[in-house]
């Protein structure tokens, strides 16, 4: 981890999640940290990962006070793109997986969200919907799409980096929730 030390204030900010799930996976160690029907990551391997995650990010633009939006079936490595992108400063949006197009849209552009990571296995058509509503939005797919950036891709071709936990604004969101609009 790339802070040694926590932000002053106790508030629920991007960097302080980010830290505490840091400690956590680095004290999981070798341990499994996430299990699924095919897949198995340790805490070491979901570590390597977010701090790659968040290289892809970055060089997207995310950095302190950016928004970044999720839309995904419940993935390992789309939650985290949520830890790379608060270990940034960014605040993370969760887009409700039975959304209309519509809703999608409102919470993206209200949000004023620039990058949204999209689980294309899952949600490929309404991709391409909000690749089309939203043509300024960068979209960061997880596999094969014809929109966006391939993120998992960008991820294996992003070598060894180390998570980075910014420790600027302690009153700044690590969360975005919008209730009601499905």
């Given amino acids: ?14 960097s302080v999640a980010a830290s505490l799930t840091a400690r956590a996976l680095t004290a999981c160690g070798d341990r499994v940290a996430f299990k699924t029907r095919t897949v198995q990551w340790t805490g070491t391997a979901t570590l390597d990962f977010i701090s790659r995650a968040q290289r892809v990010l970055a060089g997207n633009g995310i ?40 809703a999608h849209r409102f ?28 043509p300024g939005i960068i979209i960061l797919t997880l596999g094969e799409a014809p929109y966006g950036k391939n993120a998992l891709t ?17 009153t700044g969101a690590a969360a975005l929730s919008v209730h009601g609009r499905t």
């Fill in 1 to 14: 981890i790339a802070s040694d030390t926590m932000p002053t204030k106790a508030a629920a900010t991007a």
């Fill in 63 to 102: 950095k302190t006070g950016s928004k970044v939006a999720l839309l995904t079936a419940n993935r390992v490595d789309s939650w985290c793109f949520g830890v790379a992108a608060q270990g940034l400063g960014a605040a993370v949006t969760s887009l409700h997986s039975m959304g209309s197009a519509d």
């Fill in 107 to 134: 919470q993206l552009e209200d949000a004023e969200v620039s990058v949204l990571v999209l689980d294309s296995t899952n949600y490929l058509a309404r991709g391409a919907e909000l690749a089309e509503l939203l």
């Fill in 154 to 170: 960008l991820v294996e071709s992003a070598g060894t980096a180390r998570l980075r936990v910014e420790r600027g604004d302690t």
